[in-house]
Structures are given as structure tokens and as C-alpha cells.
């Protein structure tokens, strides 16, 4: 089961990336990992350096994607963002956290894709 949801999770990633690069984002950085986590994506968006979390679900049977981002995951994520601050020198930037819901169908393919844009604050 594991290796099923971390094939999905790609997935979803993958679709993410080509989803954010059509409406406009630069990626900076995908899969950034430190000692603190890791952050699926890091784009610029306009005048925004976004750290964006990509959750992917072939069903709702335990709510939506993006409901996945708890308090401890949204804690992670902002800590790795500052770590990733700090070591790219990043202080004058302007920052937010995005969520992308991707939904896939295992045999048809993708279903929805939806973004959530400043889905959280630290």
C-alpha cells in the first residue's frame, strides 16, 4: 500500500507542476528536503515566493485532499519554509502557503485539480 500512495502522491506532483507552470508560476524548487521536512513545491507567483503542499486522493472516503493538511503538517511545512528562507536569503520576498488538491481516477486519469491559494498562515 505504501508504495501505491507514494506512486500516487508523484503523480499528483507531476501533475501539479505542469498545472502551475500553464497559469503562470516559476518553480524554483520541487521536493525541497531538510532536517525539519520537506516541501512539495516552492514557485513564485507574482511577487509571492509559495511553499505549496500537493495532496492527491482517488477518493473522498476520508474527506479532501487538502483537509490532510493538519496543524502539525501545516507546522512542518512553515518550519522547512524558514529553513529554506534562511539558506536561499530570501528576506525580502514576500511569502505564502498554497494547497493543491489533485483527485485522480486509478483507470480514467485526473478528475480535478484545485488550488488553494494562502490556505494557511504561520
Known sequence: MHSFNKDIG???EDIAEIYLKQ???TLLERNFHCKLGEIDIIGKDGNY???IEVKTRCNTQ???PGEAVN???RIRICNTAKMYIAKKKLFKFNFRFDVIEVMVKPHDGISSIKLIKD???I
Open 49 to 51: 515566493i509559495c511553499f
Open 71 to 73: 496543524y502539525t503538517k
Open 23 to 25: 497559469i503562470g508560476y
Open 10 to 12: 508523484s503523480l499528483g
Open 62 to 64: 476520508y474527506g479532501s
Open 119 to 121: 490556505a494557511f498562515e
